[in-house]
T-cell receptor, first 116, second 114 residues
Framework: GAVVSQHPSWVICKSGTSVKIECRSL??????MFWYRQFPKQSLMLMAT?????????EQGVEKDKFLINHASLTLSTLTVTSAHPEDSSFYIC????????????FGSGTRLTVV | AQSVSQHNHHVILSEAASLELGCNYSYGGTVNLFWYVQYPGQHLQLLLK??????LVKGIKGFEAEFIKSKFSFNLRKPSVQWSDTAEYFCAVSKHQAGTALIFGKGTTLSVSS
């Protein structure tokens, strides 16, 4: 239980284009989802917290106009990287909290974004 | 805001050696504590978690961690490591309230030689 599906697994895009990453909770309702960014051999940095039906809360230093987050339903949150640049190349991971089995956090499998 | 410190950046051990990875957090309130492992090219996997109760937590693969509230610490231990334990280890903390994010430490790379 508490499975989160993240798509795509990897994507290559040209500079200036936009890329959408989807995160779906398959067997539970995710009121809150989180988006992280992980650089090679580094830790996960929290980018934003998204709550269903409301605006996302972004961490300091994260450009909300570049990283658009939408959480329109209890099972889907999306991260759109707008006008992507090579420095946006990274590994993006979504996460959600769950309450069953004592509770915790479940993670998507991540999306490797390469901007060329 | 809470933060997490992992003191060991890179630990190198021989098989059968004992392991202890340090983790300290800064937050004055009640917290939930986690250790995750990330094998090369793979996703995060939960090793163990602490929410409340017995401060000594046992996880998968023979790992355990002890929560010492007075020291704001949650160190990870394993009595005898194996080559297959080579991976990146992350300590993470969240506030003990619904809907709060996990904050991760910078991670510790463990290399085990056979």
């Amino acid at each position: 239980g508490a499975v989160v599906s993240q798509h795509p697994s990897w994507v290559i895009c040209k500079s200036g284009t936009s890329v959408k990453i989807e995160c779906r909770s398959l067997d539970f309702q995710a009121t809150t989802m989180f988006w992280y960014r992980q650089f090679p051999k580094q830790s996960l940095m929290l980018m934003a917290t998204s709550n269903e039906g409301s605006k996302a809360t972004y961490e300091q230093g994260v450009e909300k106009d570049k990283f658009l987050i939408n959480h329109a339903s209890l099972t889907l949150s999306t991260l759109t990287v707008t006008s992507a640049h090579p420095e946006d190349s990274s590994f993006y991971i979504c996460s959600a909290t769950f309450l069953t089995g004592g509770g915790g956090y479940t993670f998507g499998s991540g999306t490797r974004l390469t901007v060329v | 805001a809470q933060s997490v410190s992992q003191h060991n950046h890179h630990v190198i051990l021989s098989e059968a050696a004992s392991l202890e990875l340090g983790c300290n957090y800064s937050y004055g309130g009640t917290v939930n504590l986690f250790w995750y492992v990330q094998y090369p090219g793979q996703h995060l996997q939960l090793l163990l978690k602490y929410f409340s109760g017995d401060p000594l937590v046992k996880g998968i693969k023979g790992f355990e961690a002890e929560f010492i509230k007075s020291k704001f610490s949650f160190n990870l231990r394993k009595p005898s490591v194996q080559w297959s334990d080579t991976a990146e280890y992350f300590c993470a903390v969240s506030k003990h309230q619904a809907g709060t994010a996990l904050i991760f430490g910078k991670g510790t790379t463990l290399s085990v030689s056979s």
